[in-house]
Nanobody, 120 residues
């Protein structure tokens, strides 16, 4: 019923910027929590940034001041602006949303992931 499609990943040099986007489509009534996670080889998946429907945000300490999460509720889309990228930011980034559907229930949905590689 709901699909999340991510875009914006790729190769970037240290100090560069990327903007990830994730658009949800399907039987959506309202998007609640939104978040970006990442997983590097040999590491656990970690929360990078989260955004509630009320507008509160939280970030991993490693990205504070460099990354910004935002949303467009009308488009059921969440963004992650990544600035001053570092090699240690290299990971597969996953979009996550908790969504009210037309069934009247909520569910968590995940994107398939997009690879961000920060390297010179």
């Amino acid at each position: 019923q709901v699909q999340l499609v991510e875009s914006g990943g790729g190769l970037v040099q240290p100090g560069g910027s990327l903007r990830l986007s994730c658009a949800a489509s399907g039987s959506i009534v309202k998007v609640n929590r939104m978040g970006w996670y990442r997983q590097a080889p040999g590491k656990e998946r970690e929360l990078v940034a989260a955004l509630t429907s009320g507008g509160s945000t939280n970030y991993a300490d490693s990205v504070k001041g460099r990354f910004t999460i935002s949303r467009d509720n009308a488009k059921s889309t969440v963004y992650l602006q990544m600035n001053s990228l570092k090699p240690e930011d290299t990971a597969v980034y996953y979009c996550n949303m908790n969504i009210w559907t037309m069934t009247g229930y909520t569910a968590d949905y995940w994107g398939k992931g997009t690879l961000v590689t920060v390297s010179s």
